[in-house]
């Protein structure tokens, strides 16, 4: 019986997780798209990392989105886009970033109806 104990509480340790929301994108489409505008400048970059020194951190891709988009004044969107998570593990902490690539475009803002 206390092996049976001392197995499911090891289980339950071992089980252990948690959920991050990630981001709250306003469009993301998985297909080719028509009427995509010309791209203000390609091959964007924004980067966005947090030095993990025990666990709950996490990098924030909304952020890494919004630097790649301020790299090119007068854009508010990003085309063809690539999505990286990268992580570094060193001696006593690891790095996590998330990496945007894309092109910078500028959407037309539709007056609320």
């Known amino acids: ?14 089980s252990l997780g948690c959920v991050t929301r990630i981001a709250d994108l ?21 980067r966005h990392c947090q030095v993990i020194w025990a666990a709950g951190q996490q990098p924030n891709l909304e952020e890494a989105i919004d630097l790649a988009q301020k790299t090119t004044p007068g854009a508010n969107a990003l085309a063809n886009v ?12 690891t790095q996590l970033c998330f990496r945007v690539e894309g092109d910078a475009v500028q959407i037309e803002a539709h007056a609320a109806q």
Do not use: C
């Open 1 to 14: 019986m206390n092996a049976v104990r001392i197995a499911l509480l090891l289980a339950s340790v071992v």
């Open 26 to 46: 306003t469009l993301v489409a998985n297909r080719n798209v028509g009427n995509i505008p010309e791209p203000i400048a390609k091959d964007v970059v924004g």
């Open 82 to 93: 690539a999505i990286y998570y990268e992580y570094h593990w060193y001696f006593l902490f």
